[in-house]
């Protein structure tokens, strides 16, 4: 009763919106297709949600594991996940930029109060990236610091892609050091 609200939802900010209802259920599919219709109509941004429906789409799949590969390829700014056991699905959604969790949890409670960023990808950017957050505006400095025992670890593999990419500068300061560590000469050079 609660997914055709959760549907209307970006539908009704923007004529170019879209959303898109995955149910392995015809039923529900179809359940889904007649509220939406019909509550359109009672809305009061109506002009907009009509036009915004013309770009959404119900789309039938063969099961959930399909639904997830499918909305993890489109990367939805918003994934409301109203199937039972949600919470245990989570693992699945691997491209999101906010996700929405059982029957209890719409959309409009991110959008307005449940504190969460609300600066999320579209477009399918969820892909790469993540909404906006502090760290976005944090400068990180990364450190690395090895043992010779780390070295000899990880050496072989600096001096093989070094040599791959033809930079011997590069493979010339992991092999030093590991000479060095060997005992060899030339430990300085």
């Not at 923007?14 to 179809?30: C, G, N, S, Y």
């Not at 909404?131 to 990364?142: A, C, E, V």
Request: glycine share 6%; proline share 4%; charged share 20%.
């Amino acid at each position: 009763r609660f997914r055709p609200r959760s549907t209307e939802n970006d539908n009704q900010h923007d004529v170019l919106a879209q959303a898109i209802l995955v149910t392995p259920d015809a039923t529900l599919a179809r359940a889904v297709q007649v509220a939406t219709e019909r509550q359109a109509a009672r809305l009061s941004r109506r002009d907009i949600l009509e036009q915004s429906l013309q770009r959404s789409r119900i789309l039938l799949v063969a099961d959930l594991d399909s639904a997830f590969a499918l909305s993890n390829e489109y990367a939805p700014e918003h994934l409301i996940l109203q199937i039972e056991s949600a919470r245990s699905r989570l693992a699945d959604v691997r491209a999101a930029g906010s996700v929405f969790l059982g029957a209890w949890s719409p959309e409009s409670i991110g959008d307005y109060c449940s504190g969460t960023n609300h600066v999320l990808p579209t477009y399918g950017y969820a892909r790469a990236y993540s909404g906006l957050s502090l760290t976005d505006f944090q400068r990180r400095i990364t450190v690395q610091e090895l043992t010779p025992a780390g070295l000899q670890d990880l050496g072989p593999v600096a001096t093989t892609l070094a040599g791959l990419e033809g930079l011997d500068a590069h493979a010339a300061a992991v092999t030093v050091r590991l000479n060095a560590i060997a005992g060899r000469t030339g430990a300085g050079s």
